[in-house]
């Protein structure tokens, strides 16, 4: 719900609401679509990747170890509509071993999260994710 009436953060929350629409859908041409071509992606706890490429390559490997959705989402956006903030509950479910993690079970979790966005020229220009890896690990590992 949009409520602040400023034409540029509305844009910028409207775009972030349509990447994670997107992602529920599992629709992956749409979500980088709303990318810029070199766009910043900070994976959590990780390195930074950057471009679509390394993008496509890394919901690859999502989509192969873990089914997600995103559930209770709510965006922010600054006045200049470049800067966002989102905060989410994650509900997955661990379908395949991902490297370093414990092994997959289809073990159910529950997660918060939170992801910062930079918008330029009316896309995605830097995603940066969080989440408790600590507790998604414990989630996993009963």
Same mark, same amino acid.
């Given at each position: 719900?949009?409520?602040?009436?400023?034409?540029?953060?509305?844009?910028?929350?409207?775009?972030?609401?349509?990447?994670?629409?997107?992602?529920?859908?599992?629709?992956?041409?749409?979500?980088?679509?709303?990318?810029?071509?070199?766009?910043?992606?900070?994976?959590? #706890?990780?390195?930074?990747?950057? %471009?679509? /490429?390394? *993008?496509?390559?890394?919901? !690859? +490997?999502?989509? @192969?170890?873990?089914?997600?959705?995103?559930?209770?989402?709510?965006?922010?956006?600054?006045?200049?509509?470049?800067?966002?903030?989102?905060?989410?509950?994650?509900?997955?479910?661990?379908?395949?071993?991902?490297?370093?993690?414990?092994?997959?079970?289809? #073990?159910?979790?529950?997660?918060? %999260?939170? /992801?910062? *966005?930079?918008?330029?020229? !009316? +896309?995605?220009? @830097?995603?940066?994710?969080?989440?408790?890896?600590?507790?998604?690990?414990?989630?996993?590992?009963?």
């Amino acid at each position: 719900m949009i409520v602040d009436g400023n034409r540029q953060a509305d844009r910028a929350i409207e775009l972030v609401l349509a990447y994670y629409a997107a992602f529920n859908r599992g629709d992956r041409p749409a979500m980088l679509d709303l990318l810029a071509e070199d766009v910043a992606h900070d994976v959590n #706890q990780g390195a930074r990747e950057t %471009g679509k /490429a390394a *993008f496509t390559a890394f919901l !690859g +490997r999502m989509d @192969r170890s873990y089914r997600e959705q995103l559930r209770d989402i709510v965006v922010m956006a600054n006045q200049a509509g470049d800067r966002v903030a989102a905060e989410y509950v994650v509900h997955g479910e661990y379908l395949a071993d991902d490297t370093g993690l414990p092994p997959a079970r289809g #073990q159910k979790y529950v997660l918060p %999260g939170g /992801a910062f *966005f930079d918008i330029r020229d !009316g +896309r995605i220009a @830097r995603v940066t994710n969080y989440y408790n890896l600590e507790d998604w690990i414990a989630q996993v590992s009963k």
